[in-house]
């Protein structure tokens, strides 16, 4: 099978913990050596773990690994029960007899956080389900009760939302270049594709218009409710420095842009983290290393960039498209359709 995911860069697994009843899980990511980890956040209400040590100016940025979870910030609780499944296993940095992971990871406001309170063992089991096959995407792991266009309901107060879950994307460039991403998507705005056409989002609740823009919302009332999208980037690049690879997440971010309208809002938690394999240390042509001691040091880190960003807005293409429907009963009409059951008119 031709793997288009994050497993397909060497030394990197992922799991899922996947709870259909209970509409949330936990997904994870992780090294087989520790590697580089940066983070950018740019939603106004992000909630995340052990992150500081990602950001500018920081030295111990080389983890074991990162996850998703939902359930909001009680999801955070996933971290620890990673972390002790890490130490059983003997994963982490060796100080005598002392076994010391480096995790990190955010939550998304779910549906599950409508039905029961997240369970920390959700971050064990991701760990004990995750391999190197191509990941599976859709209604699983942290993705298996997210959903897309959160701003507006019914009158009634019926949920207009859709479903979505976790999406793949895999880009490659000459030389053996591989930059993959994965998402989690339960973002409040729509999800739109590059030619304007909404894939999904906040439908209308009358057949004359499919969908509703964040434009009109001021006629209905917006609910207390936070959204997130969760995107990881992996790339094989050695790109030497923590800033050159935030500067990667940075741009990265674009991808969200791109795909979800509007993002980034104050109740939106949407996190980019970014990790390398380090396997390839140069590869710029000859007349792309002219470029660089010319008048353009940072060359292979816009190519890199651009190419993230790409990759971050097609998994949320195929969050959308690999998601299946589910009944909620607050939800107009009790269904929360994917896109494949609610085709835009």
Known sequence: ?????????????????????????????????????????????????NTDA???????????GIFVAGGSWTGLMAGGEI?????????GFK??????????????????TYIEKFKPEYGREAVENATYEPVRNGNVGAGTGTKAGGF???????????KTGVGSSLITLKGGIKIAAISVVNCNGNVVLPDGKILAGNRHDTNDFPFRTFEGVSDFLVR????TTISIVGVNIDLTTRENYEQIAHVASHGQIRAINPVNQSVDGDTVFVFSTEEIKDFLSPLGKTIVKNDWSKLS????????????????YDACYKAESIEFESAYKGVIPSAKDYPSK
Request: proline content about 4%; some cysteine.
């Open 54 to 64: 990602l950001q500018n100016g920081k030295s111990d940025f080389y983890g074991h």
């Open 301 to 316: 880190v816009d190519i890199v960039g651009q190419a993230a960003a790409k990759a971050v807005q097609e998994s949320i």
């Open 152 to 162: 507006s309901f019914t009158k009634d107060v019926k949920r207009l939302s859709m």
């Open 1 to 49: 099978m031709d793997n288009k995911t994050l497993t397909a860069l060497k030394g990197v697994k992922v799991g899922h913990s996947t709870h259909p009843d209970k509409l949330t899980g936990c997904t994870v990511i992780l090294f087989d050596k520790p590697l580089p980890m940066v983070s950018k956040s740019y939603g106004g209400s992000p909630g995340t773990f």
């Open 95 to 112: 100080s005598h007899d002392i076994i010391n992971p480096n995790i990190t990871g955010a939550v998304v406001y779910d549906l599950g």
């Open 224 to 227: 207390d409710e936070m959204n």
């Open 83 to 91: 972390l002790n499944t890490l130490i059983d296993k003997g994963i």
